[in-house]
Protein backbone atom coordinates (compact mmCIF):
# COMPACT_ATOMS: atom_id res chain seq x y z
CA UNK A 1 0.00 0.00 0.00
CA UNK A 2 1.40 2.89 -1.08
CA UNK A 3 1.09 6.38 1.61
CA UNK A 4 0.16 8.99 -1.53
CA UNK A 5 0.13 11.44 0.88
CA UNK A 6 3.74 11.65 1.25
CA UNK A 7 3.77 13.19 -2.45
CA UNK A 8 0.62 14.57 -2.25
CA UNK A 9 2.06 18.13 -3.50
CA UNK A 10 4.05 16.59 -6.44
CA UNK A 11 1.13 14.65 -7.22
CA UNK A 12 -1.53 17.93 -7.96
CA UNK A 13 1.72 19.55 -9.87
CA UNK A 14 2.19 16.67 -11.70
CA UNK A 15 -2.05 15.92 -12.52
CA UNK A 16 -2.17 19.87 -13.55
CA UNK A 17 0.49 19.16 -16.38
CA UNK A 18 -0.96 16.46 -17.88
CA UNK A 19 -4.28 17.98 -17.73
CA UNK A 20 -3.46 21.11 -19.55
CA UNK A 21 -1.61 18.45 -22.21
CA UNK A 22 -4.90 16.35 -22.98
CA UNK A 23 -7.11 19.80 -22.55
CA UNK A 24 -5.15 21.88 -24.71
CA UNK A 25 -5.71 19.49 -27.62
CA UNK A 26 -9.75 20.31 -27.51
CA UNK A 27 -9.25 24.34 -27.20
CA UNK A 28 -8.69 27.27 -30.19
CA UNK A 29 -5.53 29.39 -29.96
CA UNK A 30 -7.79 31.61 -28.92
CA UNK A 31 -8.79 30.95 -26.08
CA UNK A 32 -6.66 28.58 -24.56
CA UNK A 33 -3.47 30.64 -22.86
CA UNK A 34 -6.76 31.87 -20.01
CA UNK A 35 -8.22 28.42 -19.73
CA UNK A 36 -5.18 26.55 -19.62
CA UNK A 37 -3.42 29.11 -17.30
CA UNK A 38 -6.27 28.49 -14.71
CA UNK A 39 -5.17 24.84 -14.98
CA UNK A 40 -1.64 25.58 -13.99
CA UNK A 41 -3.38 27.89 -11.35
CA UNK A 42 -5.60 26.31 -9.48
CA UNK A 43 -3.09 22.56 -9.37
CA UNK A 44 -0.76 24.78 -7.82
CA UNK A 45 -2.63 26.37 -5.48
CA UNK A 46 -3.90 23.08 -4.62
CA UNK A 47 -0.77 21.92 -3.66
CA UNK A 48 -0.32 24.59 -1.55
CA UNK A 49 -3.49 24.03 0.25
CA UNK A 50 -2.38 20.33 0.59
CA UNK A 51 0.39 21.45 2.66
CA UNK A 52 -1.54 22.79 5.25
CA UNK A 53 -3.38 19.69 5.85
CA UNK A 54 -0.20 17.38 5.36
CA UNK A 55 1.27 19.89 8.72
CA UNK A 56 -1.24 18.30 10.90
CA UNK A 57 -2.18 21.90 12.04
CA UNK A 58 -4.44 22.85 9.35
CA UNK A 59 -6.62 26.09 9.95
CA UNK A 60 -9.81 24.50 8.44
CA UNK A 61 -9.66 21.59 10.39
CA UNK A 62 -8.86 18.83 7.37
CA UNK A 63 -5.99 16.87 8.57
CA UNK A 64 -4.46 14.03 7.03
CA UNK A 65 -1.85 12.57 9.36
CA UNK A 66 0.89 14.37 11.70
CA UNK A 67 3.16 16.14 10.14
CA UNK A 68 5.21 13.34 8.83
CA UNK A 69 3.87 11.25 6.34
CA UNK A 70 6.50 8.00 4.53
CA UNK A 71 6.38 6.59 1.73
CA UNK A 72 8.77 3.82 -0.42
CA UNK A 73 9.97 2.34 2.71
CA UNK A 74 10.90 5.81 3.76
CA UNK A 75 12.78 7.18 0.35
CA UNK A 76 10.33 9.96 0.63
CA UNK A 77 9.50 11.42 3.57
CA UNK A 78 7.50 14.16 4.15
CA UNK A 79 8.53 16.26 7.34
CA UNK A 80 8.03 19.59 8.44
CA UNK A 81 11.32 20.71 7.20
CA UNK A 82 10.31 19.86 3.51
CA UNK A 83 6.75 21.31 3.95
CA UNK A 84 8.87 24.60 4.82
CA UNK A 85 10.76 24.11 1.43
CA UNK A 86 7.87 23.11 -0.50
CA UNK A 87 5.90 26.23 0.54
CA UNK A 88 8.65 28.50 -0.52
CA UNK A 89 8.81 26.49 -3.55
CA UNK A 90 5.09 26.44 -4.40
CA UNK A 91 4.53 30.09 -3.91
CA UNK A 92 7.03 30.80 -5.89
CA UNK A 93 5.56 29.00 -9.14
CA UNK A 94 2.47 30.42 -8.19
CA UNK A 95 3.81 34.21 -8.71
CA UNK A 96 5.98 32.91 -11.89
CA UNK A 97 2.50 31.61 -13.37
CA UNK A 98 1.30 35.28 -12.67
CA UNK A 99 4.49 36.29 -14.63
CA UNK A 100 4.29 33.82 -17.55
CA UNK A 101 0.60 35.02 -18.11
CA UNK A 102 1.68 38.62 -19.09
CA UNK A 103 5.07 37.78 -20.40
CA UNK A 104 3.25 35.76 -22.78
CA UNK A 105 1.49 38.79 -24.28
CA UNK A 106 4.34 40.39 -25.76
CA UNK A 107 6.31 37.62 -26.47
CA UNK A 108 4.05 35.20 -28.66
CA UNK A 109 4.66 31.21 -28.11
CA UNK A 110 2.78 28.40 -30.09
CA UNK A 111 3.40 26.67 -27.31
CA UNK A 112 1.25 27.92 -24.18
CA UNK A 113 0.75 24.36 -22.88
CA UNK A 114 4.10 23.03 -23.07
CA UNK A 115 5.44 25.65 -21.11
CA UNK A 116 3.26 25.64 -18.25
CA UNK A 117 3.25 21.73 -17.97
CA UNK A 118 7.01 21.70 -18.13
CA UNK A 119 7.07 24.65 -15.76
CA UNK A 120 4.78 22.66 -13.46
CA UNK A 121 7.17 19.47 -14.15
CA UNK A 122 9.97 21.50 -12.68
CA UNK A 123 7.98 22.48 -9.89
CA UNK A 124 7.31 18.69 -9.21
CA UNK A 125 10.77 17.81 -9.28
CA UNK A 126 11.54 20.57 -7.12
CA UNK A 127 9.30 19.96 -4.32
CA UNK A 128 9.99 16.05 -4.72
CA UNK A 129 14.06 17.04 -4.39
CA UNK A 130 12.92 18.64 -0.69
CA UNK A 131 11.28 14.84 0.93
CA UNK A 132 14.34 12.75 -0.60
CA UNK A 133 15.73 10.92 1.74
CA UNK A 134 17.79 8.68 -0.44
CA UNK A 135 20.33 8.88 -2.68
CA UNK A 136 19.06 8.01 -6.01
CA UNK A 137 15.10 9.66 -5.29
CA UNK A 138 17.35 13.06 -5.05
CA UNK A 139 19.19 12.11 -7.85
CA UNK A 140 16.10 11.69 -9.62
CA UNK A 141 14.14 14.79 -8.29
CA UNK A 142 17.33 17.23 -8.92
CA UNK A 143 17.24 15.79 -12.66
CA UNK A 144 13.09 15.72 -13.26
CA UNK A 145 13.80 19.87 -11.79
CA UNK A 146 17.58 20.68 -14.10
CA UNK A 147 16.18 19.23 -17.26
CA UNK A 148 12.92 20.91 -17.12
CA UNK A 149 14.76 24.12 -16.36
CA UNK A 150 16.85 23.72 -19.44
CA UNK A 151 13.48 23.42 -21.31
CA UNK A 152 12.01 26.19 -19.99
CA UNK A 153 15.31 28.25 -20.10
CA UNK A 154 15.26 27.91 -23.96
CA UNK A 155 11.96 27.99 -24.72
CA UNK A 156 11.69 31.11 -27.20
CA UNK A 157 12.64 29.45 -29.89
CA UNK A 158 13.31 32.53 -32.16
CA UNK A 159 15.36 34.35 -29.55
CA UNK A 160 19.06 34.23 -29.44
CA UNK A 161 19.40 34.80 -26.02
CA UNK A 162 17.18 32.65 -24.89
CA UNK A 163 19.05 29.28 -26.79
CA UNK A 164 22.22 30.32 -25.69
CA UNK A 165 21.09 30.60 -22.14
CA UNK A 166 19.94 27.39 -22.71
CA UNK A 167 22.72 25.81 -24.02
CA UNK A 168 25.33 27.30 -21.27
CA UNK A 169 22.51 25.95 -18.80
CA UNK A 170 22.46 22.38 -20.33
CA UNK A 171 26.22 21.94 -20.90
CA UNK A 172 27.61 22.96 -17.53
CA UNK A 173 24.51 21.53 -15.44
CA UNK A 174 24.84 18.11 -17.41
CA UNK A 175 28.40 18.59 -16.91
CA UNK A 176 28.15 19.46 -12.98
CA UNK A 177 25.52 16.47 -12.29
CA UNK A 178 27.83 13.85 -14.01
CA UNK A 179 30.65 15.68 -11.20
CA UNK A 180 27.83 14.93 -8.48
CA UNK A 181 27.23 11.15 -9.61
CA UNK A 182 30.88 9.98 -9.66
CA UNK A 183 30.88 11.88 -6.07
CA UNK A 184 27.50 9.70 -5.26
CA UNK A 185 28.89 6.42 -6.52
CA UNK A 186 32.24 6.61 -4.46
CA UNK A 187 29.76 7.29 -1.68
CA UNK A 188 27.97 4.17 -1.98
CA UNK A 189 31.53 2.37 -2.49
CA UNK A 190 32.39 3.08 0.88
CA UNK A 191 29.25 2.54 2.49
CA UNK A 192 27.38 -0.11 0.30
CA UNK A 193 23.68 1.59 0.93
CA UNK A 194 21.94 4.65 -0.68
CA UNK A 195 19.96 5.68 2.34
CA UNK A 196 21.15 9.18 3.74
CA UNK A 197 20.38 8.14 7.05
CA UNK A 198 22.56 4.91 6.93
CA UNK A 199 25.01 6.65 4.88
CA UNK A 200 25.76 9.14 7.95
CA UNK A 201 25.97 5.81 10.29
CA UNK A 202 28.26 3.59 8.18
CA UNK A 203 30.64 6.70 7.82
CA UNK A 204 30.56 7.02 11.28
CA UNK A 205 32.12 4.10 12.12
CA UNK A 206 35.53 4.74 9.45
CA UNK A 207 38.12 6.88 9.75
CA UNK A 208 38.93 9.69 7.16
CA UNK A 209 40.28 8.10 3.94
CA UNK A 210 41.36 10.08 0.65
CA UNK A 211 38.47 7.83 -1.23
CA UNK A 212 35.89 9.80 1.46
CA UNK A 213 37.38 13.11 0.90
CA UNK A 214 37.12 12.73 -2.95
CA UNK A 215 33.97 11.83 -3.17
CA UNK A 216 33.14 14.95 -1.31
CA UNK A 217 34.62 17.54 -3.27
CA UNK A 218 33.04 16.09 -6.15
CA UNK A 219 29.85 16.43 -4.39
CA UNK A 220 30.21 19.88 -3.19
CA UNK A 221 31.09 20.76 -6.58
CA UNK A 222 28.32 18.98 -8.62
CA UNK A 223 25.63 20.60 -5.83
CA UNK A 224 27.41 23.93 -6.04
CA UNK A 225 26.68 24.59 -9.49
CA UNK A 226 22.89 23.88 -9.08
CA UNK A 227 22.58 27.14 -6.24
CA UNK A 228 25.58 28.89 -8.33
CA UNK A 229 28.06 29.24 -5.42
CA UNK A 230 31.51 30.55 -6.81
CA UNK A 231 33.43 29.73 -8.35
CA UNK A 232 30.36 27.57 -10.34
CA UNK A 233 28.59 30.54 -10.82
CA UNK A 234 29.84 31.46 -14.36
CA UNK A 235 26.55 29.78 -16.00
CA UNK A 236 24.43 32.23 -14.35
CA UNK A 237 24.30 35.74 -15.75
CA UNK A 238 24.28 34.65 -18.96
CA UNK A 239 20.95 32.12 -18.12
CA UNK A 240 19.23 34.96 -15.68
CA UNK A 241 19.87 37.20 -18.90
CA UNK A 242 18.83 35.19 -22.05
CA UNK A 243 16.32 33.13 -20.20
CA UNK A 244 12.28 34.62 -20.33
CA UNK A 245 11.81 36.39 -17.32
CA UNK A 246 9.01 33.77 -15.49
CA UNK A 247 12.13 31.03 -15.82
CA UNK A 248 14.19 33.44 -14.30
CA UNK A 249 12.76 34.05 -11.20
CA UNK A 250 11.58 30.55 -10.82
CA UNK A 251 15.16 29.58 -11.26
CA UNK A 252 16.63 32.36 -8.79
CA UNK A 253 13.90 31.17 -5.84
CA UNK A 254 12.18 27.17 -6.50
CA UNK A 255 15.82 25.99 -8.28
CA UNK A 256 17.92 27.46 -5.05
CA UNK A 257 15.37 26.94 -2.36
CA UNK A 258 15.29 22.80 -3.41
CA UNK A 259 18.77 22.86 -3.65
CA UNK A 260 19.31 24.01 -0.29
CA UNK A 261 16.95 21.22 1.19
CA UNK A 262 19.36 19.03 -1.05
CA UNK A 263 22.70 20.15 0.31
CA UNK A 264 20.53 20.36 4.55
CA UNK A 265 19.42 16.47 4.14
CA UNK A 266 22.36 15.46 2.42
CA UNK A 267 25.12 17.20 4.52
CA UNK A 268 23.71 17.78 7.98
CA UNK A 269 22.41 14.02 8.00
CA UNK A 270 24.55 12.18 5.60
CA UNK A 271 27.96 13.76 5.69
CA UNK A 272 27.86 15.33 9.44
CA UNK A 273 30.19 12.97 10.66
CA UNK A 274 33.70 13.80 12.98
CA UNK A 275 35.68 12.95 9.64
CA UNK A 276 34.49 14.73 6.98
CA UNK A 277 32.60 17.31 8.69
CA UNK A 278 35.69 19.76 9.06
CA UNK A 279 36.52 19.00 5.40
CA UNK A 280 32.85 19.87 3.63
CA UNK A 281 32.54 22.83 6.31
CA UNK A 282 35.75 24.19 5.22
CA UNK A 283 34.95 23.88 1.37
CA UNK A 284 31.71 25.50 2.18
CA UNK A 285 33.01 28.70 4.20
CA UNK A 286 35.26 28.97 1.03
CA UNK A 287 32.86 28.98 -1.72
CA UNK A 288 30.62 31.20 0.74
CA UNK A 289 32.77 33.88 1.26
CA UNK A 290 33.70 33.59 -2.64
CA UNK A 291 30.40 33.53 -3.81
CA UNK A 292 29.93 36.87 -1.68
CA UNK A 293 32.82 38.81 -2.90
CA UNK A 294 32.64 37.69 -7.09
CA UNK A 295 29.24 38.09 -7.06
CA UNK A 296 28.76 41.62 -5.45
CA UNK A 297 31.94 43.21 -7.41
CA UNK A 298 30.21 41.52 -10.58
CA UNK A 299 27.16 42.96 -10.49
CA UNK A 300 28.48 46.73 -10.31
CA UNK A 301 29.35 47.34 -13.53
CA UNK A 302 26.10 45.95 -15.21
CA UNK A 303 23.90 47.53 -17.30
CA UNK A 304 21.21 45.01 -17.67
CA UNK A 305 18.84 44.57 -14.68
CA UNK A 306 17.94 40.69 -15.39
CA UNK A 307 21.63 39.94 -15.39
CA UNK A 308 22.15 42.70 -11.99
CA UNK A 309 19.74 40.25 -10.48
CA UNK A 310 22.07 36.94 -11.54
CA UNK A 311 25.09 38.69 -9.74
CA UNK A 312 22.53 39.04 -7.29
CA UNK A 313 21.72 35.84 -6.89
CA UNK A 314 24.96 34.15 -6.57
CA UNK A 315 25.51 36.49 -3.55
CA UNK A 316 21.96 35.80 -2.37
CA UNK A 317 23.56 32.31 -1.93
CA UNK A 318 26.51 33.31 -0.48
CA UNK A 319 24.76 34.87 2.19
CA UNK A 320 22.17 31.80 2.62
CA UNK A 321 25.43 29.42 2.66
CA UNK A 322 26.70 31.22 6.00
CA UNK A 323 23.77 30.24 7.53
CA UNK A 324 23.79 27.01 6.09
CA UNK A 325 27.48 26.29 7.86
CA UNK A 326 25.78 27.22 11.49
CA UNK A 327 25.05 23.16 11.98
CA UNK A 328 22.16 23.61 14.48
CA UNK A 329 18.48 24.53 14.76
CA UNK A 330 19.91 28.25 14.60
CA UNK A 331 21.11 28.02 11.29
CA UNK A 332 18.88 26.13 9.98
CA UNK A 333 15.94 28.46 11.40
CA UNK A 334 17.69 31.29 9.70
CA UNK A 335 18.29 29.88 6.30
CA UNK A 336 14.27 29.50 6.24
CA UNK A 337 13.81 32.16 7.08
CA UNK A 338 15.58 34.34 4.70
CA UNK A 339 14.61 31.85 1.47
CA UNK A 340 10.96 33.34 2.69
CA UNK A 341 11.97 36.69 2.69
CA UNK A 342 14.20 36.38 -0.47
CA UNK A 343 11.32 34.89 -2.16
CA UNK A 344 8.97 38.03 -1.74
CA UNK A 345 11.83 40.53 -2.19
CA UNK A 346 13.58 38.57 -5.17
CA UNK A 347 9.75 37.92 -7.25
CA UNK A 348 8.64 41.52 -6.77
CA UNK A 349 11.43 43.26 -8.23
CA UNK A 350 11.27 40.34 -11.58
CA UNK A 351 7.13 40.57 -11.58
CA UNK A 352 8.22 44.65 -11.66
CA UNK A 353 10.63 43.97 -14.36
CA UNK A 354 8.45 41.60 -16.51
CA UNK A 355 5.52 44.64 -16.31
CA UNK A 356 7.76 47.43 -17.35
CA UNK A 357 9.64 45.71 -20.12
CA UNK A 358 6.18 44.15 -21.13
CA UNK A 359 5.78 48.55 -22.06
CA UNK A 360 9.09 49.28 -22.67
CA UNK A 361 10.27 46.26 -24.31
CA UNK A 362 13.61 46.56 -22.47
CA UNK A 363 15.80 45.47 -19.60
CA UNK A 364 18.58 48.20 -19.63
CA UNK A 365 18.23 49.67 -16.08
CA UNK A 366 18.95 53.21 -17.91
CA UNK A 367 15.09 52.22 -19.54
CA UNK A 368 13.57 52.57 -15.55
CA UNK A 369 14.23 56.65 -15.54
CA UNK A 370 11.37 57.70 -13.38
CA UNK A 371 9.70 54.95 -12.79
CA UNK A 372 8.24 56.32 -10.07
CA UNK A 373 6.29 58.82 -12.21
CA UNK A 374 5.10 56.27 -14.76
CA UNK A 375 3.87 53.78 -12.00
CA UNK A 376 4.55 54.76 -8.25
CA UNK A 377 3.56 51.05 -7.46
CA UNK A 378 6.80 49.89 -9.40
CA UNK A 379 8.71 52.57 -7.62
CA UNK A 380 7.99 51.48 -4.59
CA UNK A 381 8.32 47.87 -5.26
CA UNK A 382 11.78 48.53 -6.80
CA UNK A 383 12.86 50.54 -3.48
CA UNK A 384 11.09 48.34 -0.94
CA UNK A 385 12.55 44.68 -2.66
CA UNK A 386 16.15 45.64 -3.46
CA UNK A 387 16.83 47.40 0.00
CA UNK A 388 15.49 44.56 1.24
CA UNK A 389 17.90 42.66 -0.75
CA UNK A 390 20.50 44.74 0.33
CA UNK A 391 19.48 44.46 3.93
CA UNK A 392 18.70 48.05 4.67
CA UNK A 393 17.43 48.01 8.21
CA UNK A 394 13.72 48.50 8.25
CA UNK A 395 12.94 45.69 6.01
CA UNK A 396 13.00 41.92 5.88
CA UNK A 397 16.92 41.66 4.03
CA UNK A 398 18.02 42.78 7.66
CA UNK A 399 16.41 40.70 10.03
CA UNK A 400 17.11 37.60 7.67
CA UNK A 401 20.66 38.68 7.49
CA UNK A 402 20.88 39.20 11.30
CA UNK A 403 19.84 35.80 12.25
CA UNK A 404 21.82 34.05 9.92
CA UNK A 405 24.95 36.11 10.38
CA UNK A 406 23.98 35.63 13.86
CA UNK A 407 23.48 32.02 13.82
CA UNK A 408 27.52 32.39 11.70
CA UNK A 409 29.15 34.16 14.62
CA UNK A 410 27.29 31.76 17.22
CA UNK A 411 29.26 28.61 15.50
CA UNK A 412 32.98 30.50 15.55
CA UNK A 413 32.34 31.80 11.51
CA UNK A 414 33.02 35.66 12.62
CA UNK A 415 35.45 36.39 10.00
CA UNK A 416 32.65 34.82 7.44
CA UNK A 417 29.97 37.26 8.54
CA UNK A 418 32.30 39.91 8.65
CA UNK A 419 33.08 39.31 4.65
CA UNK A 420 29.38 39.00 4.44
CA UNK A 421 28.53 42.51 6.28
CA UNK A 422 30.90 44.77 4.87
CA UNK A 423 29.75 43.13 1.16
CA UNK A 424 26.52 43.89 2.20
CA UNK A 425 27.67 47.23 2.02
CA UNK A 426 28.97 47.50 -1.32
CA UNK A 427 25.62 45.68 -2.71
CA UNK A 428 24.28 49.03 -1.59
CA UNK A 429 25.93 50.80 -4.62
CA UNK A 430 24.06 48.77 -7.38
CA UNK A 431 20.80 47.94 -5.90
CA UNK A 432 20.65 51.78 -5.31
CA UNK A 433 21.84 52.36 -8.43
CA UNK A 434 18.36 51.11 -9.92
CA UNK A 435 16.50 52.61 -7.25
CA UNK A 436 17.80 56.12 -8.13
CA UNK A 437 17.15 55.80 -11.58
CA UNK A 438 13.73 54.73 -10.63
CA UNK A 439 13.17 57.15 -8.34
CA UNK A 440 15.29 60.16 -9.16
CA UNK A 441 16.00 60.68 -12.61
CA UNK A 442 13.40 62.67 -14.94
CA UNK A 443 11.61 59.96 -17.29
CA UNK A 444 12.80 59.69 -21.21
CA UNK A 445 9.01 58.79 -21.69
CA UNK A 446 6.97 59.35 -19.27
CA UNK A 447 3.48 57.80 -20.29
CA UNK A 448 1.91 55.63 -17.83
CA UNK A 449 2.07 51.72 -17.15
CA UNK A 450 -0.59 49.96 -16.44
CA UNK A 451 -1.12 46.93 -14.30
CA UNK A 452 -4.00 44.64 -14.25
CA UNK A 453 -5.65 44.48 -10.67
CA UNK A 454 -4.06 40.82 -9.58
CA UNK A 455 -0.48 41.84 -10.52
CA UNK A 456 -1.68 45.29 -8.56
CA UNK A 457 -2.04 42.68 -5.23
CA UNK A 458 0.59 40.61 -5.50
CA UNK A 459 3.33 43.90 -5.82
CA UNK A 460 1.63 45.24 -2.44
CA UNK A 461 1.63 41.27 -0.89
CA UNK A 462 5.29 41.60 -2.19
CA UNK A 463 5.90 45.15 -0.48
CA UNK A 464 3.95 44.34 2.64
CA UNK A 465 5.51 41.35 3.60
CA UNK A 466 8.82 42.22 2.97
CA UNK A 467 8.13 45.53 5.52
CA UNK A 468 6.36 43.42 8.05
CA UNK A 469 8.85 40.95 8.54
CA UNK A 470 11.30 43.33 8.84
CA UNK A 471 9.27 44.70 12.11
CA UNK A 472 7.68 41.88 13.48
CA UNK A 473 10.14 38.54 12.01
CA UNK A 474 7.64 36.65 14.61
CA UNK A 475 5.15 34.56 12.65
CA UNK A 476 7.70 33.00 10.06
CA UNK A 477 10.43 33.16 12.65
CA UNK A 478 8.11 30.29 14.33
CA UNK A 479 6.78 28.52 11.43
CA UNK A 480 10.88 28.26 10.63
CA UNK A 481 11.37 27.04 14.14
CA UNK A 482 8.89 24.79 14.09
CA UNK A 483 10.03 23.35 10.36
CA UNK A 484 13.83 23.14 11.52
CA UNK A 485 12.40 21.23 14.84
CA UNK A 486 11.96 18.07 12.60
CA UNK A 487 15.24 17.23 12.35
CA UNK A 488 17.10 18.16 15.14
CA UNK B 1 36.35 -19.15 -8.59
CA UNK B 2 38.57 -16.43 -9.70
CA UNK B 3 37.21 -12.94 -10.95
CA UNK B 4 38.37 -9.96 -12.02
CA UNK B 5 38.94 -7.88 -8.50
CA UNK B 6 36.91 -4.86 -8.40
CA UNK B 7 39.88 -2.55 -8.13
CA UNK B 8 40.10 -3.38 -11.62
CA UNK B 9 36.67 -1.95 -12.59
CA UNK B 10 37.67 1.13 -10.19
CA UNK B 11 40.77 2.06 -12.38
CA UNK B 12 38.72 1.52 -15.75
CA UNK B 13 35.86 4.11 -14.46
CA UNK B 14 38.76 6.68 -13.30
CA UNK B 15 40.41 6.37 -17.12
CA UNK B 16 36.83 6.61 -18.63
CA UNK B 17 35.88 9.24 -15.89
CA UNK B 18 39.05 11.52 -17.22
CA UNK B 19 38.82 11.09 -20.65
CA UNK B 20 35.28 12.48 -20.31
CA UNK B 21 36.40 15.23 -18.07
CA UNK B 22 39.52 16.60 -20.70
CA UNK B 23 36.91 16.23 -23.53
CA UNK B 24 34.10 18.45 -21.64
CA UNK B 25 37.08 20.99 -20.78
CA UNK B 26 39.06 21.60 -24.09
CA UNK B 27 36.55 20.14 -26.72
CA UNK B 28 34.53 23.74 -28.55
CA UNK B 29 31.68 21.79 -30.32
CA UNK B 30 28.66 21.85 -28.26
CA UNK B 31 28.04 18.06 -29.01
CA UNK B 32 31.39 16.76 -28.53
CA UNK B 33 30.89 18.34 -24.88
CA UNK B 34 27.86 16.08 -24.47
CA UNK B 35 30.18 13.66 -25.69
CA UNK B 36 32.45 13.63 -23.05
CA UNK B 37 29.40 13.87 -20.70
CA UNK B 38 28.09 10.87 -21.79
CA UNK B 39 31.68 8.94 -21.25
CA UNK B 40 31.56 10.50 -17.41
CA UNK B 41 27.93 9.02 -17.09
CA UNK B 42 29.14 5.92 -18.15
CA UNK B 43 32.36 5.99 -15.66
CA UNK B 44 29.81 6.42 -13.21
CA UNK B 45 27.55 3.70 -14.07
CA UNK B 46 31.15 1.31 -14.28
CA UNK B 47 31.59 2.30 -10.57
CA UNK B 48 28.14 1.63 -9.38
CA UNK B 49 27.91 -2.19 -10.82
CA UNK B 50 31.75 -2.49 -9.41
CA UNK B 51 30.23 -1.63 -5.95
CA UNK B 52 27.39 -3.44 -6.16
CA UNK B 53 29.59 -6.47 -7.31
CA UNK B 54 31.93 -5.67 -4.50
CA UNK B 55 29.02 -5.26 -1.27
CA UNK B 56 25.96 -7.42 -2.05
CA UNK B 57 24.87 -8.13 -5.73
CA UNK B 58 21.51 -9.40 -4.42
CA UNK B 59 19.93 -6.00 -3.16
CA UNK B 60 20.20 -4.51 -6.58
CA UNK B 61 20.87 -0.87 -5.20
CA UNK B 62 23.70 -0.56 -7.63
CA UNK B 63 21.89 -1.94 -10.77
CA UNK B 64 18.99 -0.40 -10.26
CA UNK B 65 20.87 3.18 -9.86
CA UNK B 66 22.91 2.30 -13.05
CA UNK B 67 19.30 2.28 -14.67
CA UNK B 68 18.38 5.34 -13.56
CA UNK B 69 21.05 7.02 -14.77
CA UNK B 70 20.75 5.82 -18.36
CA UNK B 71 17.04 6.51 -18.43
CA UNK B 72 17.85 10.11 -17.44
CA UNK B 73 21.00 10.65 -19.60
CA UNK B 74 18.69 9.66 -22.44
CA UNK B 75 16.68 12.32 -21.64
CA UNK B 76 19.50 14.57 -21.02
CA UNK B 77 20.39 13.74 -24.56
CA UNK B 78 17.39 14.26 -26.03
CA UNK B 79 16.99 17.62 -24.56
CA UNK B 80 20.29 18.24 -25.68
CA UNK B 81 20.23 17.74 -29.12
CA UNK B 82 16.91 19.42 -29.21
CA UNK B 83 18.49 23.01 -28.01
CA UNK B 84 21.90 22.74 -30.08
CA UNK B 85 20.05 22.14 -33.14
CA UNK B 86 17.80 25.16 -32.38
CA UNK B 87 21.53 27.35 -31.57
CA UNK B 88 22.52 25.79 -35.07
CA UNK B 89 19.33 26.90 -37.18
CA UNK B 90 19.78 30.32 -35.19
CA UNK B 91 23.61 30.95 -35.81
CA UNK B 92 24.72 28.46 -37.82
CA UNK B 93 27.46 27.08 -35.56
CA UNK B 94 27.32 24.65 -32.46
CA UNK B 95 30.80 25.83 -31.89
CA UNK B 96 30.66 26.84 -27.65
CA UNK B 97 32.71 29.86 -28.71
CA UNK B 98 30.85 31.22 -31.46
CA UNK B 99 27.52 31.58 -29.44
CA UNK B 100 28.04 34.76 -27.47
CA UNK B 101 25.17 36.57 -27.78
CA UNK B 102 24.88 37.41 -24.38
CA UNK B 103 27.61 39.75 -22.55
CA UNK B 104 27.82 42.06 -19.70
Not at chain 1, 107 to 118: M, Q, R, S
Request: charged fraction near 10%; aromatic fraction near 12%.
Amino acid sequence: MINYSAFLPELFLVMAAILILVVELFLTPTSRRTILSWIAFLGTLAALLSLSCLSGSCPAGCNLGNGTEVAFNGFLKTDGLSLFFKMVILLATLLTLLMTFRYFKTHNTPYPAEFLAILLFSASGATALTSAQEIITLYIALETLTISSYLLASFMKKDKGSNEAGMKYLLLGAFSSALLLFGFSYLYGLTGTTVIAEIAKSLAMQASSPLAVFALILIVGGLAFKISLAPFHMWTPDVYEGAPTPVTAFLSVASKTAGFAAFIRLFWVGLNVPALQPVWVGLFGVLAALSIILGNLEAIPQKNIKRLMGYSSIAQAGYISTGFLAIGPMGLTAVLFYLFVYLFANMGVFLAIVIVSNKTGSEQIEDYAGMWKRSPLIGMVLLVCLLSLAGVPPFAGFSGKWYLFGAAISKGYVWLALVGMSFSVVSLYYYLQVVRQALIVDPKDSSPISISPLEKLVLVACVVITVTLGFWPKPVMDLAQAAASSLF
Amino acid sequence: MNSIPVLHFLYLSIILFSIGLFGVLIRKNAISVLMGVELMLNAVNINYLAFAKYWNWNTLTGPVFVVFVITIAAAEAAVALAIIISIYRQMKSTNVDEVHYLRG
